[in-house]
């Protein structure tokens, strides 16, 4: 989250001054004691600037329009946080995510309250709340009916179904110690974190589900940020580590003491085992973390764990296939940026950009941090192509936070939303520069490996400016484009309903493991259409501290049906379909084929998306 | 700045230099020296200082009149003689130091004109050359901190605010030389110069989107001064304005083909459009025409390893880690490069490198934070 790291550029004094007149001081002093005469110069036409020749991009689907319809929906509460940020803890919260509490069909939202060092003290705030979509739409705060009551200080959300008994479990991540909450049905919990042995301590961040193991029963990893004692913060401004831009504003992470990681292995009975330093992702050096994901980004079966650290490198522990892992993040080149640096890692996610069958890494950045962009290289590791591709400049002045592929125009190819935010209030009292509340990032793939930022032709600008974090991704009404919740610091939440009518077609696949986890966590499905291959994977957390609709989404551009659809589950199993028809949302249970089709409306056409 | 200026300070302060050396010597010699008659006045204190090796007067008396025939060398002698003899004789570190002053020794005239000052703390003279001489010897936190009375009691003396702002400039004390650069603009408000350097100025407080404004002014008053189009493209690229940098770049080109920064970082520009074809002859130029030019090794190393030229990418990114050893993107870059190549000993090595550099850097946190602004009172 923090500021730059390592060496910033260098000041213009020393390329200029020192290299060209320090070294003259005595010369000119000798030999020019009446100083040189001034003749005057023609001035020159100015020289021709080069600008990069505009690509074509006729061939590109118009560009969807968003609209935040959160109130009309009846999503307003507001997350809670304190407006002067003082504290470190100020800023991490939260996430927000999208799953079907009560297997109707809609996708139901919740979101992590936050809270103030103040409210903590005093007990602390629920740390979520839940909404119930109903069949028109709207949503229905159903918090309390739902049993997520207890209190404290939320930071983000992961689903699962971790006892496979075919209800979605919600696991809250928290500052001072975190919440299981057992799915009984009917958007129903039971808080059975003591049982099961999850609660945690400290700064919990980041939270992911993964069968490591494949023992068909799902794993939790819980990142930590930073040791902090809530009776003996670090005051606002109080030392070098407390200011930025010569303003005074919270401490950290830098000056802060980082905490380890948790990995909670799934004993299958109901309760888990903390096995990090067994396993080799204990995060003895006590990295910041915040965003995790648990991805297969190496195709071996095994799923791996990319662990985003603030101000420090990346961590990414490849699966060896015995119950430990191997940090990576150095060899492959995810740990840092191209240049070395280490940045201020936030929000996370991964996906086959470029359709070339490979999982590529993107991670959101601090402030004048580029947001990165890893190209998988396959065995060569990654390539930061953050500037080359497009995604680096436009971030630049922002800070990033929850983020994901996905396929706003269901043109087949993934694009990105970023949403942005400042962590330091007092940023507004600079004449320039940065805000607290920042503008969304859209980039929408130019299918060449590079990205065009299109937040003002998708009606993104014109949204008020928020401090943002989680961002969850999901077709929330069922119409076959992808939605975008965003949790709003201090404010209540934005959800910007994709109005796409490209006409593309599409599909979601909802599964269900038997033998593996029920949930589906690690699958892997690859589709096959007009001879285009996507793949995607079923996730337990990712983003910032945030849950995507666990159903996978492939835009099908023209294809009316897919050649092939090909599942790998998290056992390994696999299983092909041929030939299915697009504009459905299938439930595939793991070795009983399709088991449920719901038609989507046929794909809009028209007037809600932008001209290009 | 134009340094020629610092030298046309050094001469009116040399012009009103005071000739205050006692003279315990015969009356004639000091009546030939009042004449105007140098070259005599110089031989009878060569006679006298011969008769009598002990009188340190008549050695600064010597050295006063060698002084006064542009005898500098000759002259510095007699002085450390004088002083040998009597360190405490009046006004002779002054004279000495004026002496190292004039033959451009810098160094060697901080210690005399150091002496005067601390015998004589109220003499601004002594505290103005001992501010240039320090400036003259790249000593700036010095420099500015003697500069600083001089010249808040000159205000008009542009030439002198200028050699402080600078000497604030490259002393990192950005506050301060913003203040003498706007100063100065409120006095020459179409400088070129000074916008340029208010602009680095600004920079170096880290406020780069107000130093672009200072360049833009720069290049659009002076649009062939040296270093205008180039300062501003540089802003721009730090500021990631690949677009307007290349222009600004392409501008210095315009005015110096062989101008090899310039030549580097639109290099640099073309990599980051993912165009090493263009990239790569551009820096090779710049490396042709200067070999200390850190990014452009960087570049080439990058686009050699990317074409599996490991042999040659590693010759490139020795060079740049070497330039700079204490950057991590160097040792990077070498580690993820010794891997490609299967030397995974020495990858370890450059790895723990990045780490120990990167880790380093958190130090650096304040001073990247900017100054602590002023607490309520």
């Known amino acids: 989250m923090l500021r730059m790291t390592g060496c910033p550029p260098r000041s213009i004094v020393f390329l200029i001054f020192l290299s060209i007149l320090a070294p003259l001081i005595p010369a000119v002093l000798k030999a020019h004691p009446q100083g040189p005469q001034r003749v005057p110069m023609p001035v020159p036409p100015p020289a021709k600037h080069s600008p990069q020749k505009k690509k074509d991009r006729s061939g590109l689907p118009p560009i969807p329009t968003f609209k935040d319809i959160a109130k009309e929906v009846g999503l307003t509460a507001s997350h809670i946080a304190a407006p002067e940020a003082h504290y470190v803890i100020d800023s991490t919260s939260g996430g927000a995510g999208l799953f079907d509490c009560d297997d109707d069909g809609r996708l139901d939202v919740v979101l992590v309250n936050g809270s103030t060092v103040e409210r903590y003290r005093a007990g602390g705030d629920r740390l979520v709340t839940l909404y119930h979509q109903e069949a028109d739409g709207t949503f229905n705060d159903i918090t309390k009916e739902a049993g997520l009551t207890r209190r404290g200080w939320g930071m983000g959300v992961a689903v699962a179904d971790y006892d496979n008994d075919g209800k979605l479990d919600l696991f809250v991540t928290a500052f001072g110690g975190s919440a299981l909450y057992h799915g009984l049905g009917n958007c129903k919990f039971e808080d059975v974190t003591e049982k099961a042995g999850v609660g945690g301590s400290g700064f919990m961040t980041g939270a992911a589900w993964g069968d490591y193991d494949r023992d068909g029963f799902v794993d939790l990893y819980v990142s930590r940020y930073s040791h902090l004692d809530m009776n003996n913060l670090p005051q606002f401004g109080s030392n070098k580590f407390c200011r930025f831009k010569g303003i005074l504003v919270q401490c950290g992470p830098w000056g802060l003491q980082g905490e380890s990681d948790f990995l909670y292995h799934n004993r299958g009975d109901g309760t888990f085992e903390e096995v990090s330093v067994k396993a080799g992702v204990h995060d003895d050096i006590g990295y910041y973390g915040l965003g995790v994901m648990w991805v297969d980004y190496d195709y071996d079966g095994w799923p791996d764990l990319l662990v985003a650290n603030d101000s420090v490198p990346n961590y990414l522990y490849h699966n060896n296939h015995n119950g430990t892992f191997t940090d990576v993040g150095m060899l492959t080149g995810v740990a840092l940026s191209g240049e070395g640096m280490e940045l201020g890692n936030m929000g996370v996610d991964w996906g086959d950009y470029d359709h070339r069958g490979r999982l590529s890494f993107f991670v959101t950045h601090f402030e004048e941090q580029p947001n990165s962009l890893y190209r998988n290289m396959g065995p060569q590791g990654f390539d930061d192509v953050s500037w080359t591709s497009g995604v680096g400049q436009p971030s630049y002045p922002y800070v990033g936070w929850g983020t994901a592929f996905f396929d706003m125009d269901n043109d087949t190819w993934l694009d990105l939303l970023v949403a942005n935010g400042h962590v330091y209030p007092q940023i507004d009292t600079l004449e320039t520069g940065p805000r607290f509340r920042e503008p969304l990032l859209l980039h929408r793939n130019n299918r060449d490996g590079t990205f065009d930022e299109v937040s003002k032709q998708a009606g993104l600008q014109d949204l008020p400016l928020k401090s943002r974090r989680g961002a969850a991704f999901g077709d929330v009404f069922n119409t076959g484009n992808i939605d975008v919740l965003l949790l709003n610091v201090g404010e209540p939440p934005s959800l910007l309903k994709n109005r796409n009518a490209s006409g593309f077609h599409r599909v979601l696949f909802k599964l269900i493991g038997t033998k593996s986890n029920r949930a589906a966590i690690g699958a892997r499905v690859t589709i096959r259409a007009t001879g285009v291959k996507q793949f995607s994977e079923v996730r337990g957390g990712a983003s910032y501290l945030s849950q995507n609709d666990l159903r996978l989404h492939f835009g099908l551009g023209v294809a009316k049906k897919m050649e092939s659809v090909e599942i790998r589950w998290p056992n390994g199993a696999v299983e092909t379909f041929q030939n299915v028809a697009a504009d459905c949302i299938y439930t595939i249970v793991e070795g009983a084929g399709i088991r449920d089709t719901k038609i989507l409306p046929p794909p809009a056409v028209g007037a809600t998306n932008a001209a290009r | ?377």
């Open chain 2, 1 to 377: 700045m134009k340094m020629w200026k610092l030298g046309c300070v050094a001469f009116v302060l040399f012009s009103v230099v005071p000739a205050n050396a006692q003279t315990p010597t015969p009356t004639q010699a000091l009546a030939l020296e009042q004449q105007g008659k140098l070259v005599e006045a110089e031989k009878s204190w060569r006679q006298i200082t011969r008769a009598d090796p002990q009188d340190a007067a008549a050695f600064a008396s010597l050295g006063l009149v060698l002084s006064k025939q542009g005898k500098y060398g000759q002259a510095v002698p007699a002085y450390r003689k004088a002083i040998a003899l009597n360190p405490k004789l009046p006004g002779v570190h002054l004279n000495w130091g004026l002496a190292e002053f004039k033959q451009s020794h810098f160094d060697a005239a901080v210690a005399p004109l150091g002496a005067a000052l601390a015998a004589d703390p109220e003499n601004q003279q002594a505290r103005t050359l001992l501010g240039l001489s320090c400036y003259g010897a790249k000593r700036f936190e010095d420099a500015a901190k003697y500069l600083e009375l001089p010249a808040k009691s000159d205000p008009r003396n542009i030439e002198l605010h200028r050699v402080l702002a600078q000497s604030c400039l490259l002393a990192k004390k950005y506050d301060c030389a913003l203040h003498e650069f706007r100063q100065i603009l409120e006095q020459a408000p179409d400088s070129g110069a000074a916008h340029m350097l208010t602009g680095e100025a600004l920079d170096g407080l880290g406020r780069t989107v107000e130093a672009v404004v200072e360049f833009e002014a720069a290049v659009k008053m002076a649009p062939r001064e040296p270093n205008a189009n180039f300062g501003l493209g540089y802003l721009y690229w730090k500021l990631h304005k690949y677009d307007e940098a290349k222009g600004a770049f392409e501008s210095e080109l315009s005015i110096d083909p062989e101008h090899a920064q310039a030549l580097a970082y639109l290099g640099d520009i073309e990599l980051k459009r993912n165009a090493p074809e263009k990239a790569l002859p551009l820096l090779n130029k710049a490396i042709h025409l200067r070999n200390d030019i850190r990014i452009a090794y960087l570049d080439i190393g990058a686009i050699l390893s990317e074409q599996k030229r490991y042999q040659e990418a590693l010759v490139a990114l020795l060079r740049a880690e070497k330039l700079d050893p204490a950057q991590p993107d160097a040792h990077y870059r070498l580690a993820r490069l010794y891997h490609a190549m299967g030397n995974a000993a020495a990858a370890q090595r450059e790895f723990a490198r990045v780490g120990e550099l990167n880790e380093k850097a958190e130090d650096m946190a304040p001073k990247m934070s900017g100054p602590l602004p002023a607490l309520p009172q």
